[in-house]
């Protein structure tokens, strides 16, 4: 069992910046990818980003250039160092792992999940 907590979401302005961290416990050795993923009101959850353990990473079109993935398997974190926001970023952001190799985009290969934290990015 992998337990996850989000935190460094908050209400920042169009253009500003934000850093989410996700720190991972219990099995952690049975991670292989931590992702993260947005939810918006009255949509479907979407994948952000995804990182391997071998830091082989993938954006979603929408963040490219614009936010970055990162980890440090040390301390069994994963962050989102998020730029550029954007209003359309708004959003309750979830951490997510998986322990295989896979789809990294593909919800479903995530089988333990955060609790979430909000952003909102006013315009």
């Known amino acids: 069992q992998v337990q996850l907590v989000e935190y460094g979401g908050g209400l920042v302005q169009a253009g500003d910046s934000l850093r989410l961290s996700c720190a991972a416990s219990?099995?952690?050795?049975?991670?292989?990818?931590m992702g993260w993923f947005r939810q918006a009101p009255g949509k479907e959850r979407e994948f952000v980003a995804g990182?391997?353990?071998?830091?082989?990473?993938y954006y979603a079109d929408s963040v490219k250039g614009r936010f970055t993935i990162s980890r440090d398997n040390a301390k069994n974190t994963v962050y989102l160092q998020m730029n550029s926001l954007k209003p359309e970023d708004t959003a309750v952001y979830y951490c997510?792992?998986?322990?295989?190799?896979?789809?990294?985009?593909?919800?479903?290969?995530?089988?333990?999940w955060g609790q979430g934290t909000q952003v909102t990015v006013s315009s």
């Open positions: 997510a792992v998986s322990t295989r190799a896979g789809t990294m985009e593909a919800l479903a290969e995530y089988g333990y």
């Open positions: 219990g099995r952690t050795s049975s991670i292989y990818t």
């Open positions: 990182i391997s353990w071998t830091s082989i990473t």
